[in-house]
């Protein structure tokens, strides 16, 4: 576990940084050669337009989000700290509601079908986030609470792991995340193989990952806690899964509609 890759001179190269920019890569490199399989060749034209627009909405959507819903309490008191992402503070959850915006905005200025766009992204989106996790790690953030035995991971100097428990196994809550991420990338890819309809695919995406982090988030020990002893993202969860499920049956029953209507 390493911050720091190396230095040129003085200036270092985080793992965190490097890992999150092999996280873009490798997710953009296979949306777009899923979308050349699909033969949907204007659509991979498309996402390389729409990456750095995307990658401006997610970063001020995930700050925005780990500034003012899960650690405010913390930035109100430093506020220099609020631009200072290489600290890690990063919010996957507030950068795929930014970077939904942006492709909002993108996919009505070019009269292309939002949820087509949004089924082929969800595959390689969940992989980046698997990466993003043993960025996590290797930066000592996203960290669980102290297991109270001899099992879990012992943060080194420097980290705010270790800042904040100190000599204390801690549960591998970014770790299993990753892991998680890896499975639900593997279920979304079996999905596709069924033909859904189309928007299911990124519903199923967002119903499996965020039901996934709302448990996961029961082991966390870096965010504030709530109503319920939940904290902002288990309550961002469970309204991503409560509007993801009310889409999908809105879809459904839409859908039914139509062909009844056609008999």
Same mark, same amino acid.
């Given at each position: 576990?390493?911050?720091?890759? *190396? #230095? @040129?001179?003085?200036?270092?190269?985080?793992?965190?940084?490097?890992?999150?920019?092999?996280?873009?890569?490798?997710?953009?490199? =296979? *949306?777009?050669?899923?979308?050349?399989?699909?033969?949907?060749?204007?659509? /991979?034209? %498309?996402?390389?337009?729409?990456?750095?627009?995307?990658? $401006?909405?997610?970063?001020?959507?995930?700050?925005?989000?780990?500034?003012?819903?899960? &650690?405010? +309490? =913390? #930035?109100?008191?430093?506020?220099?700290?609020?631009?200072? @992402?290489?600290?890690?503070?990063?919010?996957?959850?507030?950068?795929?509601?930014? /970077?939904?915006?942006?492709? $909002?905005?993108? !996919?009505?200025?070019?009269?292309?079908?939002?949820?087509?766009?949004?089924?082929?992204?969800?595959?390689?989106?969940?992989?980046?986030?698997?990466?993003?996790? &043993?960025?996590?790690?290797?930066? +000592? &953030?996203?960290?669980? &609470?102290?297991?109270?035995?001899?099992? +879990?991971?012992?943060?080194?100097?420097? *980290?705010?792991?270790?800042?904040?428990?100190?000599?204390?196994?801690?549960?591998?809550?970014? !770790?299993?995340?990753?892991?998680?991420? !890896?499975?639900?990338?593997?279920?979304?890819?079996?999905?596709?193989?069924?033909?859904?309809?189309?928007? #299911?695919?990124?519903? /199923?995406?967002?119903?499996?990952?965020?039901?996934?982090?709302?448990?996961?988030?029961?082991?966390?020990?870096?965010?504030?806690? #709530?109503?319920?002893?939940? *904290? /902002?993202?288990?309550?961002?969860?469970?309204?991503?899964?409560? $509007?993801?499920?009310?889409?999908?049956?809105?879809?459904?029953?839409?859908?039914? %509609?139509?062909?009844? +209507?056609? !008999?």
């Amino acid at each position: 576990m390493h911050q720091y890759i *190396t #230095y @040129i001179g003085s200036f270092p190269i985080r793992s965190y940084s490097l890992l999150f920019v092999l996280a873009i890569i490798l997710g953009t490199g =296979f *949306t777009v050669t899923l979308a050349k399989l699909q033969k949907k060749d204007h659509l /991979a034209e %498309h996402l390389l337009n729409l990456l750095i627009p995307l990658m $401006i909405g997610a970063l001020i959507g995930s700050r925005f989000w780990a500034v003012f819903f899960f &650690d405010w +309490g =913390f #930035y109100s008191q430093h506020p220099e700290e609020i631009i200072a @992402i290489w600290h890690g503070g990063l919010s996957i959850q507030g950068g795929i509601v930014g /970077a939904i915006l942006v492709g $909002i905005w993108y !996919v009505r200025k070019h009269s292309l079908s939002f949820w087509e766009m949004a089924d082929l992204c969800a595959p390689g989106l969940v992989l980046g986030q698997s990466i993003g996790r &043993d960025a996590n790690l290797m930066n +000592g &953030d996203a960290f669980g &609470d102290p297991t109270g035995s001899n099992f +879990g991971i012992l943060y080194p100097e420097g *980290t705010l792991a270790r800042e904040r428990y100190g000599d204390q196994p801690l549960w591998p809550a970014e !770790v299993w995340e990753g892991q998680m991420d !890896v499975i639900i990338f593997a279920i979304l890819m079996i999905l596709m193989q069924r033909r859904l309809k189309r928007g #299911y695919l990124f519903l /199923a995406y967002n119903i499996l990952y965020n039901t996934g982090r709302f448990v996961l988030e029961m082991l966390r020990g870096d965010s504030p806690r #709530y109503l319920f002893h939940w *904290t /902002a993202a288990q309550w961002t969860s469970i309204s991503v899964i409560l $509007i993801s499920l009310a889409i999908g049956l809105y879809f459904h029953f839409t859908s039914l %509609h139509k062909n009844q +209507g056609q !008999v």
